[in-house]
């Protein structure tokens, strides 16, 4: 393998994440761990001594991009940063990702990340740095303390991995079984969130509400008196949760919804198909009624929840009448968004096997008919938020001077020129108009309903 050209012992980094909000807090926290150990973050990627490649494997495509990424990273005159492949490609290919791609100095996977220093003087020696254990002992225990945050609003991971084998995913083989972060570990992070800034803190697992653990009084909790617990830090004013799984909804976390203010109504529930036999296939454990009876029963606790939800066409065998099923749940679920996908076939999940592969043509044609009624129920959603008064929390500086981002408790986009404001502030705005993807608002002189 030609390292030659590849920094030894890098001064400055970059990370890149692919994928999930997991893969966002991943490299998130690589990135703190390698300030402590006095590396900065290059001021321009293409010059950073380290590239971390934080990848994803849920789609075809994802992996693709990753190689020709790593490709990309040669600069002209030969020269090369030390190269690191993390994530759920590092951890599904292993030492297969430097057969392929050379160039590639670490390969480490999503619960392996804590060892990066070491894998770091392991490649600036030129030996073998590939780690994709999945070792008993937390890798939490293992990372530095969170500290200042740039921005307002921040992603927790309370529990990883996932237990339910839906035979399309490859999320239960790259980040393995369900494991729940211990309540105190999940309750001293975000304080340590708070404290360096942040005022809205979304938690995260692959099956977030299947959390369990126990509090400082050895009660057995879920993620409802989790969410109840953070509700009591006094500068965290919103709390958000994602990705939850139907059968994870417990009578608990329905009722908060309906109770804790800092709950942010709205709720991510994928449901992947609208068609019972396909989600028998699926393996996914709950029927379409079952489904929207759920979401019945947390609308009936919180009428203006936002729902959201993820949908994959062309899974194998997928007949027209079955994918009419699932336009139908859209019609009756009213998603305020969601994200939909084209069927991807991978490598050593049950689907990949099944018979009755759907062609390409269909899948696309089946995507664009599933995507225009999402966008027409989005248009609608936002479109009624019109005429409302509502908390924002501003987060970002927006295209032109004076202007502010921030985000409605229904995650949406809201614009609002107003100079005096600061990223961080909680307003009150009058919502004036509505696009697909964003809404105006102007500074509220009446009091937020
Ligand atoms: N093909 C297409 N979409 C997939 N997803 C997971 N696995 C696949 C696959 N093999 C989608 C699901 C999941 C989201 C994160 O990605 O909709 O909820
Ligand atoms: Fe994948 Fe299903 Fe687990 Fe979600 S619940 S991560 S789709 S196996």
Known sequence: MNRNDAPKTPATFHVKSFGCQMNVYDGERMAEML?????????????????????CHIREKAVDKVYSDIGRLTREDGTRPMIA??????????????RRARSVDIVVGPQAYHRLPDLIDKAGRGEDAVDTDMPLASKFGALPARTKQARPTAFLTIMEGCDKFCTYCVVPYTRGAEISRSWSAIIDEAKALVDGGVREITLLGQNV???????????????DGLARELARIPDLKRIRYTTS????MSDGLIAAHGDEPKLMPFLHLPVQSGNNRILKAMNRSHSAESYLRIIERVREMRPDIALSGDFIVGFPG???AEFEDTLKIVEQARYAQCYSFKYSPRPGTPAADMDHQIPAAVMDDRLARLQALINRHQVEFNSATVGRTTDILLERKGRYPGQVIGKSPWLQSVVVTAP?????????????????????????RRKAA
Do not use: F, Y
């Open 209 to 223: 509400n299947a959390w369990t653990g126990e509090d400082d009084k050895g009660r057995k909790q879920g993620m």
């Open 85 to 98: 492949v993390a994530g759920c490609v590092a951890q599904a290919e292993g030492s297969e990702i430097q």
């Open 420 to 444: 005096e404001l600061s990223i961080g502030d909680m307003v009150e705005v009058d919502i004036i108009s509505a696009g697909p993807n964003s809404l105006a608002g102007e500074i509220s």
């Open 245 to 248: 799984h139907p059968n994870d």
């Open 318 to 320: 997928e007949t027209d």
């Open 35 to 55: 300030g402590t150990q006095g590396m900065t973050v290059a001021a321009d990627g293409s010059e950073a001594d380290l590239v971390i490649l934080n990848t």
